[in-house]
């Protein structure tokens, strides 16, 4: 009986108390998930930033072979990165396989190539039988980082 009295009297107020630290215990377990996702998605931000940052201090040097009459092709060094490209060397890999091309001794280096305008032009020349493909590869300082390499195969 006593028990019964006891709950008559303070049933409500511990109910009540079990109610108020559930919704205290939820609110805490919400909050730290908020705060969890919350911190997610600002280191996601910041390298999304950083990324960008990154990109905007590269350069892309990649060169292009366009023909310039009968056995005549002029191969053009571009730039199409966000940064200049300083001190840009090339590379003519397997020179001595080559069959049929005639090249300059020597290609470059070039000082500075600039994003989207500036290139560089070297000339070939081609016989009959000559080689299809010509290995290169393509050396550059930017301000993301010096001797920054790209190999490229391009067709003759």
Not at 125 to 133: A, D, P, Q, R
């Amino acid at each position: 009986m006593y028990f019964i009295e006891w709950i008559k009297e303070w049933g409500d107020f511990v109910l009540t108390s079990f109610g108020i630290m559930g919704g205290l215990f939820m609110y805490f377990r919400h909050d730290k998930k908020i705060n969890q996702q919350e911190k997610l998605l600002n280191d996601l931000q910041i390298g999304q930033y950083r990324k960008e940052e990154d990109q905007e201090k590269q350069a892309q040097v990649a060169c292009n072979i366009v023909s310039d009459g009968k056995g005549s092709k002029r191969v053009y060094f571009y730039n199409s990165g966000l940064a200049d490209a300083r001190n840009v060397r090339i590379e003519i890999l397997d020179r001595n396989s080559l069959k049929g091309v005639i090249i300059n001794d020597k290609w470059g280096p070039y000082d500075l190539i600039t994003p989207r305008n500036g290139r560089r032009e070297e000339r070939i020349h081609l016989s009959e039988g000559h080689t299809k493909v010509l290995n290169l590869r393509i050396t550059w300082d930017d301000e993301f980082g010096n001797n920054r390499t790209i190999l490229q195969s391009p067709q003759l």
